[in-house]
């Protein structure tokens, strides 16, 4: 069923390179293409790479796709936010661009990567922020992939788990980068502390799928509690976003080791959806940020970009899970050795 215990998360936004996902098989790991926020072009290029490189290896790889949700309102909140970030951008010497149709309403080519996964099947497809539709599921496994879901919830993976899909990938809120999440979250009180109780969870509730335990997991001990308590691996994300392989920006590497920054939380400031990152002042200054994705995304993309060309930490999006303080720098081969050693 799985080629191992170990999953380098798919990272878009940059982190994740054809070269970490063929540093992850060489080591022993399943790694992941991150489709999100790229063409289809360079989607199949990276694939391409990818492929014969990691056949030699005995692994699998994957390639990871965004689900688009419902079009984008332009509400007076999301106007709002708008201007309050034009704001910034004049501080940082950056634009904000309008809010058009495209922005509104942007599915990041859904349809043509789907096509190209099922034209051209690689072994693991999974998804985030929603589900694929049953028909697809049969379609990819029908080229002979397996499917992945992403789900935070009982309910979401209850939904999953009806789809037929192969495994679920489990994501706790200690994970860093966006929330997988695509239903409403669970009142306070039925939230989970960590991700075995958020597996446990979903087993109460019926899902009898393999999982993948993904959020907060950082060091060799605790991917052998998610394991002994019946993760069938785990996705790891922050532990990579240092590695040498990685293409973070470097801004973000150094901020993941830097004492100054010494909290993560959940933001909507720089993409308009839920994210855990480390806690820098554009986070401070914008705790009420719309919910409104990818539009949010494209109006902070100059900002971000012009933060990073200043070295300016704190305007920039830090994607960082709760386990942060243990990623380590260096190659990804080392990190996969030290976490797969006493498992
Ligand atoms: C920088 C970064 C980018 C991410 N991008 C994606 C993505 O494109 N697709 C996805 O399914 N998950 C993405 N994630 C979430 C990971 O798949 C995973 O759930 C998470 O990293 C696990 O928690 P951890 O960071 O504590 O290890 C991202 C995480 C990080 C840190």
């Known amino acids: 069923m799985i080629s191992s215990p170990l999953v380098v998360a798919p990272m878009a936004g940059g982190t994740s390179t054809p070269a970490l996902v063929i ?41 990871n796709v965004f689900v688009p949700g419902e079009p984008v309102v332009e509400t007076e909140q999301l106007k709002a936010y708008r201007e309050r970030l034009l704001k910034d951008a004049a501080l940082l010497g950056a634009g904000v ?9 942007d599915t990041d080519f859904w349809s043509e990567k789907v096509q190209l996964l099922i034209d051209d099947p690689v072994p693991l497809v999974s998804f985030t922020f929603g589900l694929p539709e049953a028909g697809l599921v049969r379609s990819l496994h029908a080229a002979g992939s397996l499917v992945w879901a992403t789900v935070t919830s ?10 037929g899909v192969d495994a679920l990938v489990v994501q706790h ?20 502390a960590d991700v075995i109780e958020l597996m446990t969870q979903l087993r109460a509730a019926g899902v009898a799928r393999p999982l993948i335990a993904a959020g907060g997991i950082g060091t060799a001990n ?4 998610v ?25 973000h590497k150094d901020a993941l080791a830097d004492q100054r920054f010494n909290v993560t939380a ?27 994705y990818p539009t949010v995304h494209h109006l902070t993309a100059p900002l971000r970009a012009k933060a990073a060309a200043d070295d300016d930490a704190d305007s920039l999006n830090l994607w960082a899970g709760t386990s942060w303080r243990t990623a380590q720098a260096g190659p990804a081969a ?7 050693e006493a498992n």
């Open 23 to 63: 540093a992850a098989a060489q080591a022993g790991a399943i790694g992941f293409l991150a489709s999100g926020y790229k063409t289809p072009a360079a989607m199949a290029a990276e694939i391409q790479q990818v492929r014969s490189a990691v056949k030699n290896t005995g692994q699998n790889f994957g390639v």
């Open 97 to 105: 661009p309008e809010l058009s149709p495209g922005l509104l309403n």
């Open 334 to 340: 080392n990190i996969i050795r030290a976490l797969l």
């Open 154 to 163: 009982p309910a979401e993976a209850t939904a999953a788990a009806g789809l």
């Open 266 to 292: 959940i933001t909507r400031a720089f993409t308009g959806k839920n994210a855990r990152a480390l806690v820098n002042r554009f986070v401070s200054e914008h705790p009420d940020a719309p919910t409104a």
């Open 222 to 225: 605790r991917l052998r509690e």
């Open 227 to 251: 394991l002994a308590a019946g993760a069938i691996a785990a996705q790891l994300g922050t532990a990579f976003v240092r590695s040498i392989e990685s293409g973070a920006r470097q801004l």
């Open 173 to 192: 809120n200690s994970a860093g980068g966006h929330s997988a999440a695509f239903l409403p979250a669970p009142v306070a009180h039925q939230q989970s």
